[in-house]
């Protein structure tokens, strides 16, 4: 989602504005802005559309002075992606970045019209900047003014504000969408995202719902929704910062690929030990919670969604364990009946998914035997807010499609079933069994990256396509979905996926010689059924590209490519074949000659409804 850079130091910012800026481009945008003012208060406001090295490439043009300033990313929900509905919004002194929608935006605009305010822009943001105007029109420190507007604004919001007559200080507030205050000597700092700021320091507090808190060069002022001073614990980022060098790579999201052996053995690392399972992160009530458990209830968004619902396959198979698997914005806003002694448990990346944060709140009312993050970012709301979390240690994720973290995802799952197998056997098979197997898993995923020349090939006939099939059955009919979802939000090309059980209730009238159907094909149980499914779209002239392993008995021909993988212990098979259709998702973007880092209308993380 957008992104937030706010400043307030002893030094001339905009240098420093426009480089957090960079570092947040990863999160999706249309347009950008900034706003810097002097001691002198004299302002200066630039907006621009499209990258921000358009802002960049202006801002050389002039001269931009001042001490404190703020900064944004825009992704547009209300107004077209145009200079007039960029941010930062501006009231007479007031200039205010958003991220969130205020839903009561339409309310507010026709009261704050009969106040005599024009609106100059089509936001729902701009609705603020004239609020908090006429709130410090009635009196009070811009802090006090702030606290007045914040109860009228219904929605989410991350939103920071600078008064340009009275500059060196800013006031942020958040409700549902994050910001993070960076400290250092003699400035300080407001961010939607620390990467940001991490040229410039390691040392942040997060804000908790409702807070409003007041920044200067050297205090920063924090009160609850409760309008009480309060203190937020700081926290020593030690991330490697790697996000905005791609090394030898092309993209981030190629880098990101490549990653993932390495990854999966920081999971693993310190985890397993002689067959058996350690959390070193759960305590004692973790545990004794974990041994009630008779049901498991899995909620996400996309990506993650999808690796919990491999999970369930091996939930049930191997721990026994009954499990369900819901999408949170379904989740959120329907009436569910909770299952007995049953487990929350919750998966994102990045920990700040709207959608995923309100299901998680929801379930704390609900009577869930307790709740269970799987997170990427230690520091995230998700992982503050749930009783327990695991995380996947992944490091840095920029491309907007996720690659390392959906395997790191279900690396972390797996290990989670398997330390339910020991809790129900100390002496489990099974554990030991998966615990083996997973850790064989990064030198498979090295033998099919190495098939990336293949891959790169094989793209080329994708490339005037646009339409794919994707198929799989049992565990793979998740991984044929997230093999789609990464084709179609980075080439944009249609994609779906389909339980090979189900071709014969809609999908075969799809079929003809120009569409092209990936299958996964793993030796397993279900083989059999899967080549009786190849036939019926074989028959009707289906473009055929098989990916399975050697003695699964398929041939290449003129109509049916075979992509060979190592042959797998079945329970990690899910993992290593979702490798082969990020790379060529990869290279067909290329060849579409897409921004496949930034894929248009989509963000890294979906902090609003």
């Not at 802090?143 to 006031?171: N, W």
């Not at 190849?534 to 041939?555: D, K, N, W």
């Not at 082969?580 to 890294?604: E, F």
């Amino acid at each position: 989602m957008c992104g937030i850079i706010g400043a307030v130091a002893q030094r001339d910012i905009a240098d420093v504005l426009l480089a957090g800026l960079r570092c947040l481009e990863y999160r999706g945008y249309d347009s950008a802005g900034l706003l810097v003012v002097n001691t002198q208060g004299q302002t200066s406001l630039l907006r621009r559309v499209g990258k921000v090295s358009n802002l960049v490439d202006a801002a050389a043009q002039m001269v931009l002075s001042g001490e404190t300033g703020i900064a944004h990313t825009r992704w547009a929900t209300h107004g077209q992606p145009e200079e007039m509905n960029a941010h930062p919004q501006v009231s007479t002194n007031i200039s205010v970045v958003h991220n969130g929608i205020i839903e009561n935006h339409e309310l507010l605009r026709k009261y704050l019209q009969g106040k005599g305010y024009v609106f100059l822009s089509e936001t729902d943001t701009e609705v603020i900047a004239h609020l908090v105007h006429w709130e410090q029109k009635n009196g009070g420190s811009l802090l006090e003014a702030v606290q007045r507007a914040v109860p009228h604004l219904r929605g989410t919001y991350g939103m920071v504000i600078l008064d340009s007559y009275s500059p060196g200080r800013l006031i942020a507030a958040r409700s549902g969408s994050p910001l993070v205050i960076g400290r250092s000597i003699g400035e300080n700092f407001i961010v939607s995202d620390p990467m940001a700021l991490f040229p410039i320091t390691r040392f942040f507090t997060y804000l908790e719902e409702g807070d409003i808190a007041q920044i200067s060069c050297n205090d920063i002022i924090i009160v609850d929704q409760y309008s009480n001073c309060v203190q937020r614990r700081e926290i020593e980022s030690h991330l490697e910062y790697e996000s905005c060098n791609k090394g030898t790579y092309t993209h981030y999201m190629q880098k990101e690929i490549y990653e993932q052996p390495k990854a999966i053995k920081n999971i693993l690392t310190s985890r397993c030990t002689n067959g058996v399972v350690f959390f070193n992160e759960l305590d004692c009530h973790a545990h004794a919670l974990f041994e009630k458990v008779q049901h498991v209830k899995i909620v996400a968004c996309g990506t993650s969604y999808h690796s919990g619902m491999v999970s369930r396959y091996w939930w049930e198979s191997l721990a026994k364990i009954s499990c369900d698997i819901e999408i949170a914005s379904e989740f959120r806003y329907r009436q569910s009946v909770v299952r007995e002694n049953s487990l929350f448990i919750t998966l994102s990346q990045s920990g700040e998914t709207a959608d995923t944060l309100a299901a998680l709140r929801l379930s704390k009312k609900l009577g869930y035997l307790g709740s269970l993050s799987i997170c990427n970012v230690a520091s995230s709301s998700l992982v503050r807010e749930s009783d327990f979390a695991l995380m996947t240690n992944a490091g840095i994720e920029v491309g907007v499609a996720s690659t390392k973290s959906f395997t790191s995802q279900l690396v972390v799952l797996l290990l989670l079933v398997a330390k339910f197998c020991g809790l129900q056997d100390k002496n489990s098979s099974v554990e030991k069994y998966i615990v083996e197997s997973l850790q064989k898993l990064p030198d498979y995923i090295d033998q099919v990256l190495l098939q990336d020349k293949l891959l790169s090939e094989l793209s080329e006939e994708f490339a005037d396509k646009n339409h794919v099939i994707f198929i799989g059955r049992g565990d793979h009919y998740p991984i044929a979905m997230e093999g789609a979802l990464k084709l179609k939000e980075i080439s944009y090309i249609h994609a779906e996926a389909y339980a090979a059980g189900e071709l014969k209730h809609g999908p075969l009238a799809l079929i003809d010689t120009h569409m092209p159907v990936i299958i996964l094909a793993p030796c397993n149980t279900l083989l059999p059924k899967l080549k009786s499914n190849i036939e019926e779209v074989r028959a009707r002239g289906g473009l055929l590209y098989i990916f399975t392993e050697a003695q699964s008995g398929f041939l290449n021909s003129e109509r049916m490519r075979i992509i060979v993988l190592p042959h797998l212990e079945e329970v990690i098979a899910p993992i290593v074949y979702i490798l082969p259709l990020q790379l060529l998702s990869y290279y067909v973007a290329i060849r579409k000659g897409t921004d496949l880092d930034k894929p248009r209308n989509l963000a890294k993380s979906v902090t609003v409804e």
